[in-house]
């Protein structure tokens, strides 16, 4: 690697510490920005480019090991360099099972601790690189099974690892995408299929970054949700079930069937506030509650 | 699903990982199991329950009318913020009695 730039936050409750590290790392090129405290670190990480984190463990408030993991669900790509006292051995290893890129020990060895920070930097760029093309990338998968319940969990699994993969949100699949497709699928296999093992149920998913879109086909008869009593209304509310195309409706942003109702299209958009998404998103709490 | 049961004024069965097709009927065994010996009054736990789809709910409300019929009651505890929007969401907070912590649930039977 030619080119050393980066941003370096540099976390420690001492100040002496941060002030040594500031002007060791200068000195190869690169910027430093410090935080007192793991709140501060946070912080920074919203308002500032950030590219290697080197943190204490030991600190008063949030230790590096809380604040590593507050940090991976931020930014799950972002290299972690925990600093760790001699004899704490036990703490490196927790850390690095913890996500940590690498760890050092105080007192520092200054050529070890650029060697490592300048590694952090190496893969960083990598990921970058790797993650530039990710908005031009859709990836298509087909699933054809039996109609088993058994299935759906391993294949909710599959999907949630390419989204991940690809960059969709994890939070807003596994809040919202998961069970909507649990009760897709679930909803194909029981009602659509009859359970019946020789009739398959196909899905084909299409994963972007920005978009996940389910096709989901049975060989059934067809079902027709319009018929489906609201599970809301006071009166049905003891009524075991026919909560699943309610819940699909409440957590995709756009629900399609075709006449025949052996076909639902579902599409989850990553960003809520697409113009698109709201008015799919009124249009199919109007259908549901016609 | 692991599903831990504890004896105590009532039973308290709390549930571990998610509810789903296959999860609820594992639940609904336990749980007609202690009904079957006399045990009506039961409060599931939820603290560690991360996941329901509608299989949970219809094997939960199953399971209440089965309690109600025999002259007890399945209340519920510790919802997770996933679990009470869900409920939130299918009004079913309307059905169930449901309590911040185990505590409140159980003082609630005494």
Redesign the interface.
Known sequence: MTDQNGTILVVDDDDLICQLLRDLLSRHGLSVIVALDGFEALKALTSEQIDVVLTDVNMPGMNGIVLMEEIKKLAPDLPVIVMTGWGTEDIAVKALQGGAFNFCRKPFNVHEIVRIVKKGLEVKRLSDKQREVLPFIELNLSFDIPSD??Y??SIIWHIYQMSKQLGFPEKEFN?RV??AI??AL?NSIRHGNKEDINKKVKIEVQISPEKLRFKISDEGEGFDVSAIPD??D?EN?????G??V??MA?YMDKIEYNEKGTEVILTKYANSDTEDKKQHAAQTQGSIRE | MEIITKENIVSIVELNGEL???SAEELRINVEDLISNGKVNIILNFNELS?S???G??EL??LY?LANSKGGDLRLCSLQP?LED?FS????K??FNIYPTEEDAVASFE
């Open positions: 319940v058994r759906i969990r809040l998961k069970l649990d009760e679930c599970p809301k006071p509310l003891n009524n075991e079930g909560r699943g309610l819940l409440y | 789903d097709n296959e996941y789809n509608s299989a709910l219809r409300i199953a009318k996933q869900l969401f299918t009004n079913l309307k059905v």
